[in-house]
């Protein structure tokens, strides 16, 4: 089976190189649709011996990457954005997946990286190279309507996933964010299709949680619920609405509501690993509400799902220290930190923690370790720390 790798692209000279590292010694073909570059993505691209084809954008996503699909000849396409790699573990897996004859689509786990609270979510990216598989939506494009259309079809054809993560997505970082203009593109794709799609639940659940994103929680919020009321709606995108339906209810202080909307996205029967985020944020209203011994059941249920989790280790160090357990707060703060040697707030806290053990030349070390990391992107709170810490007798 050979493996076509398809991807559109616009002024990604900064991200494109480790994202075609990625998968040059995987894939038998790279085909890059340019939509307008002015920089020199092109030009790496055709490093790699890409097939580099050209298209005038017009602010809709799924007609780019089907005019992409054209030039694929491989047996298997893999979509992937220049923000984006594929994760070198997955590929024996992959490479054994497309082997299997029943396959149309194979859907691969992608973590979010620096996406605290969601840190993963599923993507239909890997499926064959069918006549009929296409994309829709403008923005989000994806190809699950037309894999449903074929299945209905064709029902010889199954729908696989692989449980480990495959790609590695660096999108979500503010400073991308911010660069790409990510926002204003998404709502203005998002917002002509849900004019004419008033019920797509999709749409509903992705705008909707954009509009909650950036402050219009009310908007949001009907669209959320709109989608929900839809008879269309399928596990993944339950699940999305009632995450997003509880973090708007949390930003109006409506907690009864917002409980029970991470409540029933933590019911839904999707991979577990998806529903972090929603066991998460149930377990910062329970804190929120007084019960902390709840409040450390779900955070245990996060590290549990995903040992990886630095933010669920780092709430339930948080829970473990308000209920007197250090010992065990010290090395979930501990965990955390191993994951993420960045984490300020949790070397803060573990500094807190052994200060009230006695434990003065560690807790002072944890405390320079995290007003070192707070004088990088808030200095005001290192100046915070440092001026409590003196206040307590402590040099630092």
């Keep these: 089976m050979t493996l076509s790798l398809c991807m559109i692209v616009k002024n990604e000279a900064a991200s494109l190189l480790q994202c075609l590292n990625s998968v040059k010694d995987v894939v038998d073909e790279i085909v890059v649709l340019d939509t307008g570059s002015t920089d020199n993505t092109v030009e790496i691209a055709e490093e790699f011996a890409a097939q580099v084809y050209h298209y005038q ?16 000849t491989g047996d298997w396409i893999l979509v992937l954005d220049a923000d984006e790699t594929l994760a070198p573990e997955i590929v024996p897996f992959l490479q054994e997946a497309i082997s299997r004859e029943p396959y149309l689509l194979i859907n691969l786990l992608r973590q979010e990286i620096a996406a ?12 064959r190279n069918h006549p009929d598989i296409s994309f829709s939506r403008p923005y989000h494009a994806l190809v699950d309507d037309s894999v449903s259309l074929i299945l ?10 692989l449980p480990e993560v495959a790609i590695l997505h660096t999108g979500y970082k503010k400073s991308t964010i911010a660069a790409h203009n990510k926002f204003a593109k998404a709502q203005a794709a998002m917002e002509g299709f849900i004019a004419r799609n008033p019920t797509d639940p999709y749409v509903c659940s992705k705008l909707g949680a954009l509009y909650v994103q950036t402050g219009k929680i009310n908007a949001g919020i009907e669209l959320l619920k709109r ?7 399928n596990e993944q995108i339950l699940y999305e609405l009632h995450y997003h339906l509880g973090i708007g209810y949390t930003k109006l202080h409506n907690l009864q509501q917002a409980f029970q909307h991470y409540q029933a996205a933590t019911q839904v029967q999707i991979h577990p690993p998806l529903k972090l985020g929603a066991y998460n944020n149930l377990g910062n209203l329970l ?15 996060t590290v549990e799902i995903d040992p990886n989790f630095a933010f669920g280790h780092y709430n339930l160090g948080m829970t473990l220290k ?16 191993q994951l993420n040697p960045h984490y300020a707030e949790a070397y803060q806290n573990l500094g807190v923690v052994l200060l009230k053990l006695g434990n003065v030349p560690d807790g002072l ?13 808030d200095p005001q709170e290192a100046q915070r720390l440092r001026q409590g810490l003196q206040q307590m007798g402590f040099v630092v």
């Excluded at 954008?57 to 694929?72: G, I, P, Q, T």
């Excluded at 357990?325 to 955390?336: E, L, P, V, W």
């Design 57 to 72: 954008w017009c602010d809709d996503f799924s007609a780019a990457r089907n005019e992409a699909l054209k030039y694929v």
């Design 116 to 127: 605290e609270q969601s840190p993963y979510s599923l993507v239909s990216r890997l499926f």
């Design 152 to 161: 209905s079809q064709e029902p010889h054809w199954q729908i696989g996933y």
């Design 227 to 233: 989608g929900l009321a839809s008879k269309l709606v």
């Design 287 to 301: 804190k929120l509400s007084g019960d902390v011994v709840a409040a450390k059941n779900v955070y245990a249920a």
């Design 322 to 337: 308000a209920l007197g357990n250090f010992s065990d707060a010290i090395a979930a703060y501990q965990k955390a930190i």
């Design 365 to 377: 070390t944890a405390f320079r370790s995290a007003i070192a990391l707070h004088e990088q992107k």
